[in-house]
């Protein structure tokens, strides 16, 4: 047998192959195109946003628009301000500079209904992811005869409680010495 007599044996199986595939009507050859999609992406793509391949191809848009659509954007800009926002309280001076955003004045409390409130405000605060708090307790002028009450009440609770970090009292127009502003811990990098 030389190389002559296989090659027609080959055409011959070629040709009954063909034949045989014509008589049972069906066809093996794939009509997918080289680039499409497979059902496994398809179904993929359709659970990630409800995403429907056919209704795409019917509209006819532009190709950046479909693959914007399939894929999504990041936005830049906004992780850029996220960024930004984050390491301004890594400074001192940032956190110092930043206004309250919460208030509570304790004037005219005994000690224990200024710590139980104190310790709700600072709970509810901590929830409303709030940054900085004033805690306008005063001066103690109108106490007889002893040290100012309040003031000693709130830098104790101040040093006691986890949540709370960094303290200062605020200029003379916004209470001086007898006003305490916090920041809360927990709420920085939210």
């Given amino acids: 047998m030389d ?14 192959a063909v034949r ?8 093996t050859v794939s009509h997918k195109k080289a680039n499409a999609p497979t ?21 006819k848009i532009n190709p950046m628009e479909l693959w914007l659509r399939r894929y999504g954007t990041v936005d830049k800009d906004s992780l850029a301000q996220q960024e ?41 605060c901590e929830m409303r992811h709030i940054k900085k708090i004033l805690i306008v307790h005063g001066k103690g002028i109108h106490t007889h005869g002893t040290d100012p009450v309040l003031g000693e009440l709130v830098r104790k609770f101040i040093e006691q409680d986890k949540r709370l970090g ?25």
């Avoid at 190389?3 to 055409?11: A, M």
């Avoid at 960094?166 to 990098?189: C, E, Q, R």
């Fill in 84 to 124: 930004e926002s984050r390491a301004k309280y890594h400074s001192r001076s940032s956190l110092v500079s930043l206004a309250p955003e919460a208030r509570i004045d304790l004037h005219g409390l005994k000690q224990e209904e200024a710590c139980a409130r104190l310790e709700a405000f600072v709970a509810d």
């Fill in 3 to 16: 190389f002559g007599d296989i090659l027609d044996q080959w055409d011959k199986q070629q040709k009954d």
């Fill in 20 to 27: 045989r595939q014509k008589e049972s009507g069906k066809n």
């Fill in 39 to 59: 059902p496994e992406e398809k179904a993929r793509a359709q659970m990630k946003k409800g995403f429907d391949f056919a209704t795409e191809r019917e509209k």
């Fill in 166 to 190: 960094t303290s200062g009292h605020p200029d003379a127009s916004a209470g001086g010495k007898g006003a305490t502003w916090v920041i809360l811990k927990n709420n920085l990098f939210r």
